[in-house]
């Protein structure tokens, strides 16, 4: 099946300071994925949808600029959550958009990174 | 607008005590509908997608049956490691971000 990895798993940082997290599709090639975050004990809320070599589309309310997206091959996409703030502390999941055998779209998820803002 | 509502939101089961999560939705145009199970701080592992009404899909002690208006996803004989919360989406033919519903949070005791 389709795999995708995430890196870090979990990172503590300061106030103020960046932090970049990577999403792979490792053994396919994902022209689409996706960024979500997740509160403790909620559904999944989409942040963006990232293409291959184009900009990112952010869903109503996400800051664009707060929340950098590159996603520069078709394997590897990257969310940096510039200055973050203890708000910005979640649960940040990835996705991969792949073709099943019958040609319907199915998204594979990476393991999630935790993001903790002191 | 798709939408998507799972029921129960939580559900707690002794181990060997079958039961069914429901996940009701309207769409226009259903191009898939998935299962997905999340595990605490994991990301959600992909299940099964459904296509038609009438189809239904097994996996271990799991079968997902699907309607025009809802599907199923029955636990037969659970054990303690099917504990996880059980996410439903839907893929329609307006676009190729799925909607997902909030989830069912299911506990099996031993």
């Known amino acids: 099946g389709a795999v995708v990895s995430q890196h870090p798993s979990r990172v503590i940082c300061k106030s103020g300071t960046s932090v970049k997290i990577e999403c792979r599709s490792l053994?396919?090639?994902?022209?689409?994925m996706f960024w979500y975050r997740q509160f403790p004990k909620q559904s999944l809320m989409l942040m963006a949808t990232?293409?291959?070599?184009?900009?990112?589309?952010?869903e109503q309310g996400v800051e664009k600029d707060k929340f950098l997206i590159n996603h520069a091959s078709l394997t590897l996409s990257t969310l940096t959550v510039t200055s973050a703030h203890p708000e910005d502390s979640s649960f940040y999941i990835c996705?991969?958009?792949?073709?099943?055998?019958?040609?319907?779209?199915?998204?594979?998820f990476g393991p999630g990174t935790r993001l903790t803002v002191l | 607008e798709d939408q998507v509502t799972q029921s129960p939101e939580a559900l707690r089961l002794q181990e060997g005590e079958s039961s069914s999560l429901n996940c009701s939705y309207t769409?226009?145009?259903?191009?898939?509908l998935f299962w997905y199970r999340q595990d605490p701080g994991k990301g959600p592992e992909f299940l099964f997608t459904?296509?038609?009404a009438g189809e239904e899909k097994e996996k271990e002690r799991l079968k997902a049956t699907l309607t025009k208006k809802e599907s199923f996803l029955h636990i037969t004989a659970p054990k303690p490691e099917d504990s996880a919360t059980y996410l439903c989406?839907?893929?329609?033919?307006?676009?190729?971000?799925?909607?997902f519903g909030r989830g069912t949070s299911l506990i099996v005791h031993p």
């Open positions: 053994d396919f090639q994902a022209t689409t």
């Open positions: 996705s991969a958009r792949a073709l099943d055998s019958i040609g319907t779209d199915t998204q594979y």
């Open positions: 459904l296509y038609s």
């Open positions: 990232s293409n291959e070599g184009s900009k990112a589309t952010y």
């Open positions: 989406a839907v893929g329609s033919g307006g676009s190729y971000i799925p909607t």
């Open positions: 769409v226009s145009g259903l191009r898939g």
